[in-house]
């Protein structure tokens, strides 16, 4: 039995998760990010899963890029790990939808709570999010092996959301203050981001993950004009590093 994990992760909760997760079920992992180029992806696997953050209720921009790429020789278990900070909105139904359009269903969508890299929880309850990561994983192992199937079907149209394409409606942009360093374009998995005179300068297909904020070493980066988030603290997952986000784009 072949299980293939696909991961998209901007700050390491996601990594941290599908990692995990992927020694538990014995699956192979495969990141969203290092899939851009490919224009067709064939998927074979018994059992597929993707591991993501919900953004608005949805999944990130590059994860439905590449489920459009996708074409299923047979019809897999099809799971979904999502975390988030406080609510998975809808993200089971669009899920399901998108799958549809590959001839495939959604079988099992589950969720993993964990810190906010966007809005902000309290420190207490993104401190108890990270200690109880692994047993939460833990607790959606007994679904997975049992092969759960439920309906995520929609009646009828769902709301798109502003992330349905790549495009920078938050208006995440660079000062002058940035120094260049590079790490921005690196970790950008859009390839959003290039150096023009020494500077960083962000286009217009953005995914909106916050790479480029939360791994800024300076505070050159906005990840928002709102008044709560403008300049929230950077975070990333603990146990994540620079290299382990930008070494996605080539695993
Ligand atoms: C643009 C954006 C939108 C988000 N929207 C939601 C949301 O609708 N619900 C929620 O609970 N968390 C939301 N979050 C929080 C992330 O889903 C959460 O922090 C996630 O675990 C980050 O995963 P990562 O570290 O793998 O990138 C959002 C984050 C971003 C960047």
């Given at each position: 039995?072949?299980?293939?994990?696909?991961?998209?992760?901007?700050?390491?909760?996601?990594?941290?998760?599908?990692?995990?997760?992927?020694?538990?079920?014995?699956?192979?992992?495969?990141?969203?990010?290092?899939?851009?180029?490919?224009?067709?992806?064939?998927?074979?696997?018994?059992?597929?899963?993707?591991?993501?953050?919900?953004?608005?209720?949805?999944?990130?921009?590059?994860?439905?890029?590449?489920?459009?790429?996708?074409k299923f020789s047979q019809k897999p278990y099809i799971f979904t790990v999502a975390t988030y900070r406080g609510h998975a909105g809808d993200v089971a139904r669009r899920m399901d939808a998108l799958l549809k359009t590959r001839g495939v269903t959604l079988s099992l969508s589950l969720g993993l709570p964990m810190p906010g890299n966007s809005f902000i929880n309290k420190p207490e309850t993104d401190r108890q999010y990270l200690a109880e990561q692994e047993a939460n994983i833990e607790a959606l192992l007994p679904a997975l092996s049992a092969k759960e199937i439920r309906d995520y079907s929609a009646d009828g149209a769902?709301?798109?959301?502003?992330?349905?394409?790549?495009?920078?409606?938050?208006?995440?942009?660079?000062?002058?203050t940035c120094i260049g360093c590079g790490r921005c374009v690196r970790v950008c998995p859009m390839n959003n981001i290039t150096l023009t005179n020494g500077k960083a300068v962000i286009g217009d297909r953005c995914a909106t993950c916050l790479a480029c904020f939360h791994w800024c070493p300076v505070e050159a980066i906005w990840m928002s004009k709102q008044e709560n988030i403008a300049r929230r603290s950077k975070y990333h997952h603990p146990d994540v590093t620079f290299e382990d986000i930008a070494g996605m784009k080539n695993k």
């Open positions: 039995m072949k299980t293939t994990l696909y991961v998209f992760s901007a700050t390491g909760n996601s990594l941290t998760t599908a990692t995990i997760l992927s020694k538990k079920i014995n699956a192979e992992l495969v990141c969203v990010a290092s899939t851009r180029a490919l224009s067709e992806i064939s998927e074979n696997s018994d059992a597929v899963g993707f591991v993501f953050p919900v953004y608005y209720g949805n999944m990130p921009y590059p994860v439905r890029e590449m489920i459009t790429k996708m769902i709301k798109e959301t502003p992330i349905d394409t790549a495009n920078n409606f938050r208006g995440i942009t660079a000062e002058d």
